[in-house]
């Protein structure tokens, strides 16, 4: 599925849409370059399964950050610093991926640790102005239906 994004809120928008679909096992994987809005989607998710103004920093340079949530944990991570992909065995993602919903930004650098049945989503830079945004949808599994069903607008 492939998005056209016009404006921040628009992204916003599509964060919360799917953090409202996501289920604990889940796991939703960020790709993009530098300043595509991966942090504006991330903090729109979190902020829609936990609470409106929830403080939600930047994992940069801590890796993740855990939310509680109504169905159980969601973990925020930032795997951009990570210098192999064993390295996330430490940070807890084997029981963040069968526990709670993850999401996952810079998912490249943890090589095949990454789910087969994740959600992909790769945004990158629109054609239509400076905030617009090209966002490619894809996935294996169980979020199928789930984006098929998505509905923006």
């Known amino acids: 599925m492939i998005i056209e994004i016009h404006s921040q809120l628009e992204t916003e928008e599509l964060a919360r849409k799917l953090a409202y679909k996501a289920m604990p ?11 595509v809005g991966k942090s504006v989607f991330a903090r729109a998710f979190v902020r829609a399964l936990t609470t409106p103004d929830e403080e939600v920093p930047s994992p940069t340079f801590t ?18 610093r990570l210098d192999q992909p064993d ?6 993602i084997e029981e963040a991926f069968s526990e709670g919903v993850s999401l996952i930004e810079w998912p490249g650098k943890i090589g095949n640790y990454l789910p087969w049945d994740c959600l992909n ?10 905030m617009s945004r090209h966002v ?18």
Do not use: P
């Open 136 to 153: 490619e949808l894809s996935t294996q599994g169980n979020w199928d239906v789930r984006i098929k069903e998505l509905s923006l607008g």
């Open 63 to 80: 890796l993740v950050q855990i939310y509680d949530a109504e169905f159980g944990e969601l973990y925020h991570f930032d795997m951009y």
């Open 87 to 92: 390295d996330c065995l430490e940070l807890g």
């Open 121 to 130: 989503i790769k945004i990158s830079h629109g054609e239509s102005g400076e």
């Open 25 to 35: 096992g889940d796991v939703i994987a960020l790709h993009g370059n530098l300043g």
